[in-house]
């Protein structure tokens, strides 16, 4: 996949299962790639995944549904094209 055509979904949720759900159930909808899990405290583990916006949706949206039925979902949201300087930062 072409970096600068990619866009970055997260997903934030209470606790380790929740994100693990949310990754597994990420990747088997879309065809979209893991970048990156980040622990921040108190159980928040957020994960990114890189990939076309249309499959970052679909992905972060299937996770949204799946994850609430295991843990606590926090946050979610997708980037589209996301500013290079942020991906830098980010290491993404």
Do not use: Q, Y
């Not at 055509?5 to 088997?28: P, Y």
């Not at 843990?71 to 996301?82: G, T, Y």
């Amino acid at each position: 996949m072409e970096r600068n055509m990619e866009a970055l979904g997260l997903i934030e949720t209470r606790g380790l299962v929740g994100i693990i759900e949310a990754a597994d159930v990420m990747v088997k909808t879309a065809s979209v790639e893991i970048v990156d899990f980040e622990k921040t405290g108190d159980g928040i583990v957020t994960v990114k995944v890189r990939g076309p916006v249309a499959d970052c949706r679909a992905a972060v949206d299937a996770a949204c549904s799946a994850v609430g039925k295991v843990s606590e979902l926090l946050s979610a949201h997708v980037i589209p094209l996301p500013f290079s300087d942020l991906e830098e930062n980010l290491s993404i």
